[in-house]
């Protein structure tokens, strides 16, 4: 009889907890829909598929977040993406892997970036302090990652050196860079070889819009060119992350090409397991690092909008190639 009643109170208590989930994972849904401003009709065939998509999210976060036990450690979470399927999130978010990079394009490093010794170095850098980065850009659908890579680290780079900050032209690169193509996928090593062998100037994004889509290029003479690089370099740095260090202190920002996968989940702390480096499915920026603390991380700038990640942005941590941060690397030189 005693095992009988033990049975009724599983049972009771395993109901329980399945209503008091779904109902949780209700109030979360709707509490999303209202915070990204979706348009689910509740009932509707396509609210209960992003529903269902959503509460495979929270399972997700559940297993990742059981790992994370670090005082600076990687937390996942709810984040614009949930209502996505994985298949959906790199469909609609991320590059094809052939892409975002090719490593026929490289250029020897310049090895007085790359030579110091990290001694040499402060413990923690971050470009934001200098005044020389924009805004976070959304990229929205338009799978331009490698586009808005490569601007950004030009805009930085030319700052550093000129003291002055332009919001460049996403979309001219987007457009008119050789051998890309456009919102459904580019290569940073040859969009910078592209920038080097034409000598172009980017014009600012007020004179060549963003349009979250592409067609044919129009520069033209109306168009007032800004700023063009004179060097570029496109090498990987896998065991060398110390170089990766060195080369954002005493060069400037790096565009990297990573697979970000995992980032669907991504809200806070240092990335430090699960991130795969096989496939180079996107493209980033290195802005900054900090090694003072027991978890090294770089500090990367993502063009998914400032309500992803960090305001923005994500770590990630140094050594180990992880997101296969140190596959594919480009600095620019102006």
Known sequence: MASYWRYILFNFLLVHYTFASTVSDQA?????????????????EEYNRRFDNFKSSLER???????????????????????????????????????????????????????EKLDNIPKAYDLREQHVVTAIKDQKECGGCWAFSIVETLE??????YHKLYT?????VLECARGSYGCKGGNTCTTAEWLNETSVKL???????FTDDTNACRISKQIDGKVGITNYSCHGYINRESDMVNTVFNHGPLTVAVD???????VSGVIQHHCSAQADNHAVQVIGFDTSGPVPYYVVRNSWGKDWGVDGYLYI???GNLCGIANSVVTLTV
């Open 260 to 266: 970000a996968t995992s980032w669907q989940d991504y």
């Open 61 to 115: 976060h559940r297993k990742l977040n059981y790992f994370s036990n670090n005082a600076n450690g990687v937390v996942y979470g709810i984040t614009k993406f949930s209502d996505l399927t994985q298949a959906e999130f790199a469909e609609q978010v991320l590059s094809r892997p052939q892409d975002v990079l090719n490593l026929n394009g490289t250029r020897p490093s310049d090895s007085s970036t790359v030579n």
């Open 203 to 209: 014009t600012t994004d007020k004179n060549y819009p």
């Open 156 to 161: 930085t780079q030319f700052a550093l050196k």
């Open 28 to 44: 979360q849904f709707s509490s999303f829909i209202k915070t990204y401003g979706k348009l689910y009709r509740e009932g509707s």
């Open 168 to 172: 460049l032209s996403v979309q001219e």
């Open 317 to 319: 941590k140094i050594g």
